[in-house]
């Protein structure tokens, strides 16, 4: 039998409940995973076999799509044929797209090869994945570009959607080749990225994965955007810095899906074992997301959400560091609370306690999940929590804290003594706990 991974039993139970979440999430849902021929040159799709067949197992509907340029170039550098491009575009004469049809026929073969594994022992162990394929792609030939005529590089006319999804309610893998037919019987050679794209958008994906050389975009500083706005990432290419190769390729298709409706868009590090899983069962991932617009959402909280709120502040409560509420209680007084979610999971919150006949108001139960602190989450809660108490025309608002002193006073805090609270809230303090007391002027 497999063993557990090499760390605490609590720490594994912890982490397991963790992905329930997205789990759930996936199960029915569509992905297309497009990848490049460098991934099977490298021997590294056993590796990408394992995560794919743990998605299917989980009821994720998978299309994949691969390429094969490396092996397209070994193949002509053997022919003793000349490689042409024009505007970065390869120009598919008839040699060359002999070379492209065989080339791309044995990429397709390794790939079903590896897919059908069943080792025991093995992440791959009584799986049973089965592979479909067909002529799902209608293609066109680009034509004359600049005077130069491209032969028989095509583009994506037209994807087969309902022949791919039968394929897929019987839960079938579908493999996709960067290849695509004509009603006439020619065949085109076509990019990977355009062939994934044009399919995603056709299926109304939920997911398009792209495993690339670099693990995402990179600001200019180079740090890594895990999360990308369709807005950003249009500014991002419409600037004058030069990206990678494979970020220029790639970011301009990603968005282009997610306008035509595709839900998320992921680039990530095709060198990373593991790198789908990572990005898809954990809140920061290690790649960059695309998405048409913001993942946060902060409004007030309703009934449905005080499972999610009773778990963000249970860890917070056991430490000491924010009194213990109940779920009765909770649901009593949800009408005091707004929360923050981050693609429909709530990872802050917080409440409003008005004592209208002082002109003050409490803040109370900020807390924000310990993964997502360094995001500035707080404040945002902070500054919402303030104009609520501003437009009801409170003109302070203070705080309890016994652990979080220093946080409030940089955001402009004072402490002051306990004789300053309302009349109604000093009756109820607690002098064994000996929280500290914050007041700002709004």
């Not at 670099?214 to 030069?242: I, S």
Request: with cysteine; charged share 25%; hydrophobic share 45%.
């Amino acid at each position: 039998m497999p063993q557990l991974p090499s760390i605490a039993p609590a720490e594994f139970v912890a982490w397991f409940r963790s992905v329930a979440p997205y789990i759930n999430a996936f199960r029915g849902c569509t992905f297309v995973v497009a990848f490049g021929g460098e991934v099977v040159a490298d021997g590294k799709f056993v590796e990408l076999t394992h995560d794919l067949n743990l998605l299917a197992s989980l009821g994720v509907r998978l299309v994949l799509v691969h390429g094969a340029r490396p092996q397209i170039e070994q193949h002509l550098s053997r022919n003793h044929i000349e490689g042409r491009y024009h505007q970065n575009i390869r120009l598919t004469d008839e040699e060359t797209l002999q070379c492209v049809k065989e080339s791309i026929g044995r990429v397709r073969l390794e790939i079903e090869a590896l897919l059908s594994m069943g080792l025991a022992n093995s992440p791959m162990a009584n799986a049973d994945i089965r592979v479909a394929g067909g002529n799902f792609i209608t293609a066109q030939p680009i034509g004359v570009i600049n005077g130069v005529d491209l032969l028989h590089t095509g583009k994506v006319r037209k994807v087969d959607v309902s022949a791919i999804r039968d394929r897929l309610a019987f839960n079938e893998v579908v493999l996709l080749s960067s290849m695509g037919y004509s009603p006439t019987g020619e065949v085109f050679n076509l990019t990977l990225e355009d062939v994934a794209t044009e399919t995603a958008i056709a299926l109304d994906a939920d997911k398009l994965i792209f495993l690339m050389e670099h693990d995402g975009v990179h600001d200019r500083r180079g740090k890594l955007l895990r999360e990308l706005t369709v807005a950003d990432a249009g500014k991002l290419l419409a600037g004058k810095r030069t990206l990678p190769d494979d970020v220029s390729m790639f970011l301009p298709c990603a968005v282009h899906a997610c306008e035509e409706g595709v839900a998320r868009s992921h680039l990530i590090s095709r060198h990373v074992d593991g790198a789908i899983l990572q990005e898809l069962f954990s809140d920061t991932g290690i790649g960059t997301m695309l998405v048409e617009s913001t993942l946060n959402t902060l409004r007030h909280a309703t009934i449905n959400d005080v499972g999610g709120i009773l778990k963000l502040l249970q860890p917070l409560e056991e430490e000491g560091i924010l009194v213990r509420r109940n779920r009765e209680l909770l649901e009593r007084e949800i009408d005091r609370f707004v929360v923050l979610e981050h693609d429909h999971r709530i990872i802050g919150c917080a409440a409003l306690y008005p004592f209208a006949d002082e002109k003050a108001a409490e803040l109370a139960c900020l807390a924000v999940q310990s993964d997502n602190r360094r995001h500035n989450y707080g404040e945002a809660l902070l500054k919402h929590i303030a104009a609520q108490a501003q437009a009801l025309g409170l003109r302070k608002l203070f705080v309890l804290t016994t652990r979080t002193a220093h946080w409030f006073i940089e955001r402009g805090f004072e402490e002051v003594d306990i004789g300053q609270l309302p009349a109604q809230k000093k009756s109820l303090y607690n002098y064994q706990r000996k929280s500290k007391v914050f007041v700002k002027a709004l």
